[in-house]
């Protein structure tokens, strides 16, 4: 399996513009997450899926901030309009229905600059 | 408060030494943990989980006291190759795979 695949790796965008960002779960994984991360905040979880359905969105920040997973395959992670402080790495990830221990799979990241 | 706070340093360290890097963590009902290790400029990977009786794989040690809420990662006879950021990990709800990340502590090994 090539793991989690994310597109684009960079997306230089102007502010207002639409992003979307994409992912592409390892076959057969359960949950997928969306991360964002910067220096100033690390790691955090903006929203996951579990088959298919979104569980917990709490951490979307505003409502410029969408994601759907259309199939167990594919999902999307939208702002619109962007902003300069949406700036950071998006990160997806993907991991089999917990049973103890759950690894989570990283993609490599999308590193998204808003100017 | 943060779920899951860690020192993120950095650790400044000579090839060889032993270092421990700590993590406290909010959510008592918490039930899986992990230490993951992020590369500059890479994703994270899982580098070992954490058992209520201690576990060790090679030169990495990690310990879990839940009475305190406390994880710990010991790294001893550090590598230049062990320069990293180490992301402490705890998955709050065990039925959902969900995973909540500190801030991460780096280290950064020196010859």
């Known amino acids: 399996d090539a793991g989690v695949i994310q597109s684009p790796r960079h997306e230089v965008t102007e502010m207002g513009q639409e992003v979307t960002l994409r992912c592409k779960p390892i076959?057969?994984?359960?949950?997928l997450f969306w991360y964002r991360q910067t220096m100033m905040r690390g790691l955090e979880l903006l929203i996951y899926?579990?088959?298919?359905?979104?569980?917990?969105d709490s951490g979307m920040p505003e409502d410029r901030f969408s994601a759907k997973m259309p199939n167990a395959s594919f999902s999307t992670l939208k702002i619109q309009p962007s902003e300069p402080r949406d700036s950071a790495v998006y990160f997806c990830?993907?991991?089999?229905?917990?049973?103890?221990?759950?690894?989570?799979?990283f993609g490599q990241g999308t590193r998204l600059t808003v100017v | 408060r943060k779920e899951v706070e860690q020192d993120p340093g950095p650790f400044n360290v000579p090839e060889g030494a032993t270092v421990a890097f700590n993590c406290t963590y909010s959510?008592?009902?918490?039930?899986?943990f992990f230490w993951y290790r992020q590369d500059c400029r890479k994703e994270p990977k899982l580098l070992m989980s954490?058992?209520?009786s201690g576990n060790e794989d090679g030169r990495f040690t990690a310990q879990l006291n839940r009475a305190s809420q406390y994880i710990s990662l010991l790294i001893r006879d550090s590598k230049l190759s062990d320069s990293a950021t180490y992301l402490c990990?705890?998955?709050?709800?065990?039925?959902?795979?969900?995973?909540?990340f500190g801030q991460g502590t780096t280290l950064q090994v020196k010859p």
């Open positions: 990990v705890v998955n709050a709800e065990s039925n959902t795979g969900k995973l909540i």
């Open positions: 959510n008592s009902a918490s039930q899986s």
């Open positions: 954490v058992y209520s």
């Open positions: 076959s057969g994984h359960d949950y």
């Open positions: 990830a993907s991991s089999l229905r917990p049973a103890g221990a759950p690894e989570a799979f």
């Open positions: 899926f579990n088959n298919n359905v979104p569980i917990d």
